[in-house]
């Protein structure tokens, strides 16, 4: 059943009066009427207190405007009294008004001319925009100190639309891969992905803008001039009305990383590779790296022997000597080709050919030792069978010598 609308009691020109009274005298915003002269010949108790008068009731515009402001006024005024319109009629505008005491403040402001049996009048509702207008500077404060601080931040910041056009990116950014402001209008993000990581980028675009947070990014850039930057980052998006507006990504040059971490793994794979062995202990003597090397040199494993102490390796005789080589090393001092005896896993005595020199941290305190040793044993072995042969063979010669020196003595008896 449809409901039947209120009946709306007629109201007499009394009441509309006393009501309109009521809405103008309780109103936040100031009212003001002037006359052709630019006399206020109305004011409503906003305007009063807004302006810091009694009553502003008799007083000329100009009063209101400041002084660098009142020819403009004054032409407009002519203009209305000549043509009877005036251009800001029923448009909201800002402009600048004069308390009493002197002092500027912003208002938003709208003008109703009306034609009255009595003449023409201009009535303006006035709202002071001061709180509004300080909001606002505070807020282009925040947002000039959070460009400031993106655009000086020393990470790469971009933001991308839905389409791959970037929105923004700051000078860090730029500076990095050597694009322009003009390159960027017709580049997308996927022209500045190295080609190895462009699929792998258009796939992770795709889940970011379809809402997937993403919180830790690693790919490849190239620059302007075709050279290859390796970052690292986090990516998510702004959303606005439940659709996603444009990703935000804040990315970190690890170019320099990469290349030195690929070093550490040419090097890792060298001393991995190598048939002598290589190993590192602390000041104290606990293995701290064993490498493949020494695991066919002296027949541990590296999982056998990384915490244990090098004494494992040797006799009391040789752990004296190599307590006194650490000392050297210690002083920063260098050994080469130092000839030791030890003992593999499986007990046997060998013998080593080690260099040894200082490991260093990062302030340059030694903080251990690296040894380079070669098995010699068989080199020994060689030498030593050599030594015999030479000494067999000088017996030989000796004794054939005597001989013939004996049997020379006899002939020429």
């Not at 009274?21 to 003001?32: A, H, M, R």
């Not at 109305?42 to 009553?55: K, L, T």
């Not at 005036?86 to 308390?99: C, D, M, N, P, W």
Request: negative net charge.
């Amino acid at each position: 059943m449809a409901s039947v609308p209120p009946e709306v009691p007629d109201l007499s020109e009394d009441d509309l009066k006393s009501i309109l009274e009521t809405v103008i005298s309780k109103s936040p915003d100031g009212i003001i009427t002037v006359n052709m002269d630019g006399v206020i010949v109305f004011s409503n108790p906003a305007a009063d207190r807004m302006y810091g008068y009694p009553s502003l009731r008799g007083k000329n515009l100009d009063e209101l405007v400041p002084e660098l402001m009142r020819e403009d006024l004054h032409i407009k005024m002519e203009e209305y009294r000549a043509e009877g319109i005036h251009e800001l009629s029923g448009r909201v505008f800002e402009t600048v008004s004069l308390r009493a005491d002197g002092t500027e403040f912003p208002v938003e402001m709208t003008i109703n001319p009306a034609e009255t049996p009595a003449g023409r009048y201009i009535t303006s509702i006035i709202r002071d925009i001061s709180q509004r207008k300080e909001m606002e500077e505070e807020l282009r404060n925040r947002e000039e100190q959070f460009r400031d601080l993106f655009e000086n931040a020393s990470d790469m910041i971009q933001a991308v639309n839905p389409e791959g056009k970037f929105v923004y990116v700051n000078r860090a950014w730029k500076e990095t891969l050597g694009y322009t402001d003009r390159d960027l209008e017709e580049l997308t993000l996927f022209d500045v992905i190295h080609p190895d990581k462009l699929d792998e980028c258009r796939e992770l675009f795709r889940r970011v803008m379809s809402g997937e947070r993403i919180p830790t990014v690693e790919t490849a850039f190239i620059t302007s001039d075709g050279e290859k930057v390796f970052v690292e980052g986090n990516v998510n998006v702004r959303m606005r009305n439940g659709e996603v507006e444009y990703s935000r990504a804040i990315f970190r040059d690890v170019t320099e990383r990469m290349k030195f971490q690929r070093e550490l793994e040419r090097l890792a794979a060298i001393v991995e590779s190598s048939g002598d062995a290589i190993v590192s202990y602390d000041l104290e003597g606990n293995i701290m790296d064993w490498n493949r090397g020494a695991e066919m040199v002296y027949g541990y494993s590296a999982e056998e022997v990384r915490g244990k102490n090098i004494s494992i390796l040797m006799s009391e005789e040789e752990l004296k000597k190599l307590r006194g080589l650490i000392s050297e090393v210690k002083s920063g001092g260098l050994v080469s080709n130092f000839e030791a005896k030890r003992i593999r896993k499986d007990g046997e005595e060998i013998w080593v050919s080690i260099s040894m020199s200082p490991l260093r941290d990062f302030n340059g305190e030694i903080i251990g030792i690296s040894t380079i040793a070669r098995d010699i044993t068989e080199m020994k072995r060689t030498q030593a069978a050599l030594e015999a042969s030479e000494e067999k063979y000088r017996k030989i010669v000796e004794k054939f010598i005597q001989n013939a020196l004996a049997l020379i003595s006899e002939i020429n008896r």
